[in-house]
């Protein structure tokens, strides 16, 4: 599968544990995009990247939240003492420019 | 305020019946529209995007920028359409971040 991968899946953590998730874009896509979705509701975007450049963060994203994406491939987004409000899909998407952003499988965070 | 308002949670129809999913935006300027759909248990894709004006899986959607407005139409439902079903927006000049609506579920019964 030459999609956008995500990892882990699934990923169940006590309030206040830290938290990464890891995606890979589809190669060669310069943008990368990380959105929330909870039950009910669509994804709520929270940051993307072009190339290494992280270039705009949604006022959803607080200080526990980071994003990074060092060489301008892979990315990861860790939540710091996480929160029950926290639980959520966390989605993954990428895209060459402007054209069309392909999304990941998700990652489900429960924080318990 | 940048929004995307699906008015309907659950649109159920039967097999062969028309399909509307209702879509209506907020933004200020030119935007671009999507639909996307999700399957059970796969994951987000396009579906169509307005500019293309291209008919995929016998949807059609057209934009209605006097009532700011871009529904997703398909004149006979098959049971293989029953998914959610998400209208989203991008702005021009916002790195193509794309705004999303709260989806609709389409259930088509036999």
């Known amino acids: 599968d030459t999609g956008v991968s995500q990892d882990p899946r699934h990923k169940i953590t006590k309030r206040g544990q830290n938290v990464t998730f890891r995606c890979d874009p589809i190669s060669e896509h310069n943008r990368l995009y990380w959105y929330r979705q909870t039950l009910g509701q669509g994804p709520e975007f929270l940051t993307y990247?072009?190339?290494?450049?992280?270039?705009?963060k949604s006022r959803l994203l607080s200080d526990r939240f980071s994003a990074e994406r060092p060489k301008g491939s892979f990315s990861t987004l860790e939540i710091q003492r996480t929160e029950q409000g926290d639980s959520a899909m966390y989605l993954c998407?990428?895209?060459?420019?402007?054209?069309?952003?392909?999304f990941g499988e998700g990652s489900w965070l429960t924080v318990v | 305020a940048q929004r995307v308002t699906q008015p309907e949670k659950l649109l159920s129809v039967f097999k062969g019946a028309p399909v509307e999913l209702k879509c209506n935006y907020s933004?200020?300027?030119?935007?671009?529209l999507f639909w996307y759909v999700q399957y059970s248990r796969q994951r987000l894709q396009l579906l169509l995007r307005?500019?293309s004006r291209e008919s995929i899986k016998g949807f059609t959607a057209d934009l209605n920028k006097g009532e700011t407005s871009f529904h997703l139409k398909k004149p006979f439902a098959q049971e293989e359409d029953s998914a959610m079903y998400y209208c989203?927006?991008?702005?021009?000049?916002?790195?193509?971040?794309?705004?999303f609506g709260q989806g609709t579920e389409l259930s088509v019964k036999p």
């Open positions: 990247f072009q190339n290494e450049a992280q270039l705009e």
């Open positions: 989203a927006l991008s702005g021009g000049n916002q790195g193509g971040k794309l705004i």
């Open positions: 307005h500019i």
């Open positions: 933004y200020s300027g030119s935007p671009e």
């Open positions: 998407a990428s895209s060459i420019g402007g054209n069309t952003i392909y």
